[in-house]
């Protein structure tokens, strides 16, 4: 962010925060003196039809003073599974946003290998970073009623879908939290009037809940396809699209904000708002990569496009006896993502150094006389499959009919992403884009080739093919996204991980150092805000650039006392704790 930007963002949160009649510090649930008495919970839990939650931590049958062995069985074998932590109100896919530090929170071992109950664990087991209580949302007049009541008591609000945030967005200790996940209807529209025009065109109309599994389901059924992502529970019209959305089909349709023509909204002031290219103009644009911070999206209508022909998919594991074959591994798979994106393959890979490893998903969508044989794909990975002294195995398969995304995103796809994609666990997860001038320079790619081949074995690195190509036709301004993102290859990501009872400062200490060589090697800051860190140097000028003093402006005129506040999220710099 320049100079003058800057001024203009630090003039905007002041005026923001002199302006605001409420917000920080927020009534929590442990303060009698501002948080409602029980007789108006009561009144308010009538108006959301009884679905107002008083959350208490899954892991109690794990704890001593509440020990159940089979409960405690049955929540350690699940703790790794995504499907069951989202159905469980008092979880997010990663506890580091659960427990606050000390005794604060309720971590659950994992299941011993022999399959018994874990012992019965020592200590507190308490909310943590937990909301206290969560409405389970099933209407729009739900989300309206939670807000005004959080208005109106200056509550500490949150927002939870998936729970798949990486920075703690969807919990937080004392709030008021808006469940959205069973809001997940699907419709497919087939004449959509795109406002301002006189033309029709085919969108799916999406509840807050929908996700990624549901978008190929819905779109594969009426023979469309539309851009999600890779993991099946991630919540598409939630935190993905409002943060900017990222997938396989990337390259060939655009990100996540470049295909929602319109959402409905609940804003600050308990009205429901539809936003889209001519009503709510700038409401429409922060919420196309501004995140959670605008109000409440009850829906969401995103593009979709004629099905495919057929899908070609390839899959391959290289692994190297020692250092050096790695890093020519390392060296030949980052020279080969330039020629891959020009055959059209597109999908990810990760490393892993303490394996000498690399694993990698491509695929190749096809359109009518676009034919290829799927074993094309091996031939294009050859200088990697045969690298030096390594040892490689692949397969391919063709995926065909107007179903052929959907059938390739579960048999191929999904399959993989559950076994390599973790939850349940300590995670941090920077992440750097990759622009299209680095991809150009020899030199700075060499320092990309270094920079992954020596990190710490215990690291793995992951490059995401999904952007390019379509994502930097569209403008640096039409979207709120960070406008390096109309310049990017590709991003990567590199996750810290440590175990369940693990004290976060190690991860964040590893994560702290990579943030910085990250930023050498890949010669940039910029990070994708709905994948990164709690702890960016500037998260506003990472996450969103030049586009950020416009975002604090919008905050300010739809949201003037910061009712909708998470960390690093626009205007967290007036909110502060998580
Ligand atoms: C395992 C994993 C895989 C991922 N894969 C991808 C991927 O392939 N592509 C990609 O782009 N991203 C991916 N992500 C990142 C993902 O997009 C973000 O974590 C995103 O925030 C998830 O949104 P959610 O609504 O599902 O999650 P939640 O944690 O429930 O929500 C996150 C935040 O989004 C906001 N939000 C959610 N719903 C609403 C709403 N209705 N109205 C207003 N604000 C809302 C709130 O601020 C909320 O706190 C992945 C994350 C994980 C953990």
Known sequence: MGFSSLILVSLALAALIATASAGPPYCEASNSTCFPPDTELAAFNKSVDGRLIKNKPYGLPCYKATYNAAACIEIAANKGNASWRVQQPAAVMYPIWENSGGDKGCPVPPLPANGSAPAPLEGNCT???????????????????????????????RIKNSGHDYFGRSSSQGALTIWTHYMSDTELIEDFKLCGSSQTRPVVSAGPGMDVEQLYAITGKYNYVSPGGYTPTVGVSGGFVLGGGTGPLGSIFGMGVDNVVQFEVVTADGKVKVANGCTNVDLFWALRGGGGAFGVVTRAYFKVYPAFDAVNTFFGQITCPDNASYANLISQMVDLQVPLRDAGQVGIWQAYGKQRAVTIISLHPLRSNATEDPSMAQKLYNPALGANRCNSTSKVAQFTGSSSWNDAYKAFILPIILKNGPVGINIFNLSRLVSYDLMKSKEKLQKVKEFIANLDPDISFLWQNDVGEASTKVAPDATSVHPDWRNAFAFVNIPVVWPWDGNANLGFSKSDRLMWSASKAFDTWTAYSNEDMNFERDFQQSFWGENYPRLIQIKEEVDPDLLFQCPSCVGSEATVRQ
């Open 127 to 157: 909310l943590g970073s937990v909301s206290p209580y969560i409405v389970n949302a099933s209407c729009v007049d739900h989300i309206v009623n939670t807000v005004k009541v959080a208005a109106k008591y200056n509550l500490r609000l």
